[in-house]
Structures are given as C-alpha cells and as structure tokens.
C-alpha cells in the first residue's frame, strides 16, 4: 500500500497541497479529479518521489518513501507525466527499455529477456509498428501510449498517470479504460487524474475530489460524483453542468 498522512507540498512558497491524506492499495484504481492548478500534479510527483514534501509522512509497503533509493523507488512505483521530452533521438524500444531496467540502476544492460519482454508489450499495446521510430517524431498521443508502456515496463506493483488521456484519440482513450481495468484485476495499485468525470465512471473503484490542494470528498463514483458535488468542485451552476452531461453515458449518475 502506498500511504500518505497529511502531506504538505510547496515549491518555496504557501502549500500547493495542505494536509491530504491517501490511500492506495493493490487491485483498486483512484481516479483523482480537481480544477486546473489544484495540485494534481504535484501531488502525484510527491507520492512517486520526484517532488519531496516539507510535512507529513509517506509510506510505500511500510517503508518511508524519502529512504529508498531511486531502483528501489521504480520497482515499487511507476509514473507516467503529463507531458515528456527527451533530447536525445531514442526509438520507441530505446524508451520502453529504459523503463525494464529502471530498477537495476544506471549501467544495468538488457538481456534477450528483457528484449522479448519489451517486444510482447508493444504487441499488447498495439504499438508494435513504431518500435523503430523515433520517439521525437511521434504525435502527442503516440508519445502518451508510448510513456504508458514504459511505465508497464517496469512492472511495479503501483501505477500512477498524470491525465494518461489527455492527448489521446477517442478509440485510444477507450482502449487505455480497458487496459486500467485489466491492470485493476491484475492485482496492481492505479492512480490517475482526469478532467472526465466519465472515466471515473467506467475505469475507477474509488474517487477522490481535490480543490485548491486539499481533498472536499472521497468516496465511489456514485457517492461523489452527483451533480451538486461536481458543480462545486468545477465552480460552475448545476444547470450548466446537467445540460454539459446530458449528451453523455454518465448523465444519469449526475442527476
């Protein structure tokens, strides 16, 4: 389980996240849905690592986040960015690999396993012919699948994606609920943050709310996500908000 107990996240000045606590054990998936500049981002780059917090305490599997190293750290937990550049021209394998050796260290060497391995997840993905092209020449969306499959790559226990559709088609936004679901019944531990409601609906076991860096409600889909609740979290009038989901599969759950 990674645990959090009320973390405070700032960047030198006043918290981007004030005093959250979360919970994510294996075989759940969270869905975390926030305005724009609530600290989405940041608190995900917390529980991963990247970003330390000055309060609070983080635990994955019982041991202190802040002590484990880097290989430790991407054994446990996988991350996938919102957005993602590398200077160098690496081909997709090149990217994907990177993410099979993530937690053997910097000098680790592929062995012709880890090649099959990476191969067969491509296949899975469906990415399989861009496994030469140049991860800098690919659209948005081919890069997101691409960060996606890294992160599987490492095969942790925890997975955490930073809106993982954002830059998707909607046959692929489709095929990546589908793929959250499999890895739910895989036994792995999944985050994600979204700006659809509806991919709450369909992908996730539990919901959490996030407003202005702290937590307004946590619960399943259906207990959060009604229509008064989703008017307060996006500040917009209840009536705007039913005449948005009418046209939606979810409509219904916001009535």
């Known amino acids: 389980m990674i645990e959090a107990r009320e973390l405070h996240i700032g960047y030198g000045g006043p918290d981007v996240v004030s005093g959250v ?41 019982g041991r202190d986040l802040s002590t484990l190293s880097a290989p430790d750290r991407a054994r ?10 590398l200077v160098f021209a690496y081909s997709v394998t ?14 680790a060497r592929p062995a012709p396993a880890d090649h099959a391995a990476v191969h067969a997840l491509l296949a899975r993905l469906g990415l399989q012919d861009l496994s030469a092209r140049s991860y ?46 499999q890895l739910r019944d895989d036994g792995r531990g999944v ?7 509806d991919h709450a609906f369909v992908a996730a076991t539990r919901v959490v709310l996030m407003q202005q860096g702290r937590f307004i409600a946590e619960g399943t889909p259906a207990q959060c996500m009604h229509r ?9 009038p209840e009536e705007r908000l039913a005449q948005a989901a009418s046209a939606q599969h979810w409509a219904h759950q916001v009535g």
């Open 136 to 181: 800098a020449a690919l659209s948005g969306g081919q890069r997101q699948q691409v960060l996606i499959a890294r992160a599987l790559a490492q095969d942790a226990p925890y997975l955490l994606l930073d809106e993982p559709a954002s830059s998707l088609d909607y046959g692929n936004q489709l095929r990546l609920l589908e793929l959250l679901g």
């Open 94 to 107: 090149d990217v994907v690999m990177m993410g099979r050796l993530a937690g053997r260290g910097l000098i």
């Open 21 to 61: 606590s979360l919970r994510l054990g294996l075989g759940e998936t969270v869905a975390l849905l926030g305005p724009n500049g609530c600290g989405k981002t940041t608190l995900l780059k917390t529980l991963c690592g990247i970003h330390p917090a000055h309060g609070g305490t983080l635990q994955v599997d």
């Open 76 to 85: 446990r937990i996988a991350y996938v960015p919102q957005q993602h550049r």
């Open 228 to 236: 008064a609740q989703l008017a307060r979290l996006y500040a917009v």
């Open 191 to 197: 985050l994600f943050t979204t700006h659809h409601p």
